[in-house]
C-alpha cells in the first residue's frame, strides 16, 4: 500500500510514532525483533520531562504518567562531604515525572495494539530495506512462525530500532556523517531491588569515582558507580557495590543507603553519536537510531520522545495531505534540540567525573564549575533549564 508507513522498533520513539499514525487513520506496521513481553520489562530510562508529558497529553497518550509518576523537583550534590540540594523546579518551574520506561512502553503498546487494533509484529527477523531513495521503498523480514521472507510496500519508513538495528547501518556513507565522542569513561549500571534512600535524585562527586542514586518507583532504586569501561560486572560483588555506594555517596546528615537484591549489573562505555542528516530519501531516523546520548543527563528517552512527536505529525502531513513540507524540514528540526542535549550531556560529564580523574586541572575546573551552580542565582537557573529540558530549541 502506497500511503503506509513502516515502523521498525517498538522502543518509546517507534510506538510513539505508530501511535500518533494510528490516531490520523494513515496505515503502519510496526516490526519488532523480540516478543511483546520482553520489551515491557526491559529497564533503562525513568526521568521524563515535563515538555514531553505535556506533549503525550495532549494526544491522549499520558494517561499511566499521569495517574501513576512521581513528580521530581530537586536533586541533590554529595561533594567534600558535603549535601548541596539543587532545586530545579523552583528556578525553572518544570519537573520530571519518574516513570520506568518498561511502563511508558505497556502503555503504548495497548493504546497502538490493544485499543487502537493497530498492527504490531514482534519477534522478526532479517529487518531488510529497499529502495529507501526511490519512490518505491519497500521493507523485508522472515515471518518468525512460517519462516517465509516477507516484504511491505510502503509510502515511507521510520526507523527507530535503537542503538543497534539496522537502519542506521543501511544508510550509505557517503550519504551521512556520524560524529562520534568517546568519554573514557564506565559506569556500573545497577537497579536495586529496594526502596529509593532519598527523595530526589542524588550525584556523588568523589575521588574514588562518581556514584548516583535516582529513584524507579517506591520499590527499586538505580544506582550507577563509575568504573574501568569495559569492567566486567563479575568483578562487583553485592559487598563492593554496597561498600562503593556508601562510600562514594556519604555525607554530612545523608540517610543511610537502603541495600537490596541487584537485579540487574551492567558496564556501560560511555559514548555518544549523531547522524547528520537523519533523513535518506524515505527513511527517517529517530531516537538511538539516529543519535545516543550517555545517560549522563538522562536525556535518551526524552530526545527519542522528541523525534518521534515530530516525525509523526510530518508523516502524518505527508500520507494524509500530500504535504512534504515537515518531512524535509524533520532532520534540521530534530537536530537542533539533539545538540543542546548532547553538548549538556558533555559539560555536565565534566562535573560529575572531574573529582575523580585524577588531573588536577579537570577536578579545578570541575570545583568552579559546582561553586558557581551553587553560588550564582543566574548560573543555576541556566542550569536547571538545561537540566529539566530546553522549553524551545535553539
Ligand atoms: P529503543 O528503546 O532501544 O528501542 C528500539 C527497539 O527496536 C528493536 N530493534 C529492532 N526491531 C526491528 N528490527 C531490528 N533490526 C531491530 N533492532 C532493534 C529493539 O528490540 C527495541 O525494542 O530505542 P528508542 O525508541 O530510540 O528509545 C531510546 C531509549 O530507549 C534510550 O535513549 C534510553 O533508554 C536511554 N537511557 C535513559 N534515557 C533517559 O532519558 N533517561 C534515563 O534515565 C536513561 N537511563 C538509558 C538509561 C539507557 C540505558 N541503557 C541500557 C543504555 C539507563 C540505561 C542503563
Request: aromatic content about 2%.
Given at each position: 500500500r502506497r500511503s503506509l508507513v513502516v515502523v521498525i522498533g517498538a522502543g518509546p520513539a517507534g510506538l510513539t510514532v505508530a501511535n500518533i499514525l494510528r490516531a490520523a487513520s494513515v496505515d503502519c506496521v510496526v516490526l519488532e525483533t523480540e516478543s511483546r513481553e520482553f520489551i515491557e520489562q526491559r529497564p533503562r530510562a525513568g526521568f521524563v520531562e515535563e515538555w514531553a508529558v505535556r506533549a503525550l497529553e495532549e494526544r491522549g497518550f499520558a494517561e499511566g504518567i499521569m495517574a501513576r509518576a512521581q513528580a521530581h523537583h530537586e536533586c541533590e550534590f554529595r561533594w567534600a562531604g558535603e549535601r548541596h540540594t539543587f532545586r530545579y523546579g523552583e528556578l525553572s518551574g518544570r519537573r520530571h515525572f519518574v516513570y520506568p520506561q518498561p511502563l511508558l512502553v505497556t502503555d503504548l503498546v495497548r493504546a497502538y495494539?490493544?485499543?487502537?487494533?493497530g498492527d504490531i509484529r514482534f519477534g522478526v527477523r532479517e529487518v531488510a530495506l529497499h529502495?529507501?531513495?526511490?519512490?518505491?521503498p519497500a521493507v523485508s523480514y522472515t515471518d518468525p512462525e512460517t519462516g517465509q521472507r516477507l516484504r511491505i510496500d510502503c509510502a515511507a519508513v521510520a526507523?527507530?530500532?535503537?542503538?543497534?538495528?539496522?537502519t542506521r547501518a543501511s544508510l550509505p556513507a557517503e550519504r551521512v556523517s556520524v560524529a562520534r565522542h568517546d568519554y573514557g569513561i564506565g559506569w556500573l549500571a545497577l537497579l536495586a531491588e529496594a526502596p529509593p534512600s532519598s527523595d530526589c535524585v542524588v550525584f556523588g562527586l568523589h575521588p574514588r569515582g562518581f556514584a548516583a542514586h535516582m529513584a524507579r518507583g517506591p520499590r527499586m532504586t538505580r544506582y550507577y558507580l563509575e568504573c574501568t569501561?569495559?569492567?566486567?560486572?563479575?568483578?562487583?560483588s553485592y559487598d563492593r557495590v554496597w561498600s562503593e555506594l556508601r562510600t562514594r555517596l556519604d555525607a554530612a546528615g545523608a540517610r543511610p543507603l537502603t541495600e537490596g537484591r541487584l537485579i540487574e549489573k551492567r558496564v556501560l562505555d560511555m559514548h555518544n553519536y549523531v547522524v547528520e542528516?537523519?533523513?535518506y530519501g524515505r527513511l527517517h531516523l529517530a531516537g538511538d537510531a539516529a543519535h545516543l546520548a550517555a545517560p549522563i543527563a538522562a536525556k535518551g528517552m526524552n530526545l527519542a520522545l522528541h523525534d518521534a512527536l515530530l516525525l509523526g505529525d510530518a508523516l502524518v502531513a505527508h500520507c494524509?495531505?500530500?504535504?512534504g513540507s515537515g518531512l524535509r524540514g524533520y532532520s534540521d528540526a530534530a537536530l537542533r534540540r539533539v545538540w543542546q542535549y548532547e553538548e549538556f550531556s558533555e559539560w555536565f560529564s565534566e562535573v560529575l567525573h572531574g573529582t575523580s580523574s585524577g588531573d588536577p586541572f579537570k577536578a579545578g575546573t570541575a570545583a568552579a564549575r559546582l561553586r558557581r551552580l551553587f553560588g550564582s542565582q543566574s548560573a543555576a537557573t541556566a542550569f536547571a533549564d538545561l537540566y529539566i529540558g530546553n522549553e524551545v530549541d535553539n
Open positions: 495494539a490493544d485499543r487502537a487494533g529502495g529507501m531513495d526511490t519512490d518505491r526507523g527507530c530500532d535503537g542503538a543497534r538495528g539496522v569501561p569495559g569492567d566486567d560486572p563479575d568483578n562487583w542528516p537523519m533523513s494524509a495531505r500530500g504535504d
